[in-house]
């Protein structure tokens, strides 16, 4: 079955330290990933997506297709990026969801 | 519309009472999802419509849960005789087209929904 695993619920890290949110999925095909991020009392929106292979707010991702993981990084946390974040993987015509890891930045 | 409305965005209703629960997607935009967005358990893929066909149904946990689409626009979720464990956020998104690489989401607000 086509899965996206997002290992970490929690994760806490100091500002101006490093942040990598790790996501693993598994797809017979072609994958297609995105990371959502949801801020607080905000809507849930578009991050970035591998195929663009951008930079949004200092955060990359980079598709690893031998070890099947799009894991998000950042090299210097911020305050503002406390959030939620999702990792998502297009399926056909579906587009399914880790379950989420909230990245929670201390002072 | 600017972006993608979603009503009620609260909802408070006892055990066995129907809800409908309304998606107005980004004027243009083909590509209809819902999802529901509960504690723990991330964001679940519920239906998703293309114009006003529904190729995929698997999502929808019980046969209580509906949806439908008309005039390639407004979607209705439906839930009949709900029960405690449907409390969630009932989130809609929806995209101009279900091709690679444009499967950009726009979300809406959500729909808050409480089963007493």
């Known amino acids: 079955a086509q899965r996206v695993t997002q290992p970490e619920k929690l994760l806490s890290v100091f500002k101006g330290a490093p942040v990598e949110l790790k996501c693993n999925y598994s797809?017979?095909?072609?994958?297609?990933l995105f990371w959502y991020v949801q801020y607080s009392r905000q809507r849930l929106q578009l991050l970035l997506r591998?195929?663009s292979r951008e930079s949004i707010k200092g955060f990359t991702a980079d598709l690893n297709k031998g070890e099947t993981s799009f894991h998000l990084k950042k090299p210097f946390a911020q305050e503002e990026d406390s959030a939620m974040y999702y990792c998502?993987?297009?399926?056909?015509?579906?587009?399914?969801f880790g379950k989420g890891t909230r990245l929670h930045i201390l002072p | 519309g600017a972006g993608v409305s979603q009503s009620p965005s609260n909802k408070v209703t006892e055990k066995g009472k129907d809800v409908e629960l309304r998606c107005d997607p980004i004027s243009g935009h083909t590509a209809l999802y819902w999802y529901r967005q509960s504690l723990g358990q991330g964001l679940e893929f519920l239906i998703y419509f293309q114009g006003n066909s529904a190729p995929d149904k698997s999502g929808l946990p019980s046969d209580r849960f509906s949806a439908e689409r008309t005039g390639g626009s407004v979607s209705t979720l439906t839930i009949q005789r709900t029960q405690q464990e449907d409390s969630a956020v009932y989130l809609c998104?929806?995209?101009?087209?279900?091709?690679?690489?444009?499967?950009?989401?726009?979300f809406g607000a959500g729909s808050r929904l409480t089963v007493l």
């Open positions: 998502a993987l297009r399926r056909d015509d579906k587009i399914i």
């Open positions: 591998h195929i």
């Open positions: 998104a929806s995209s101009l087209v279900i091709t690679s690489g444009a499967n950009v989401l726009t």
């Open positions: 797809y017979s095909g072609s994958p297609e």
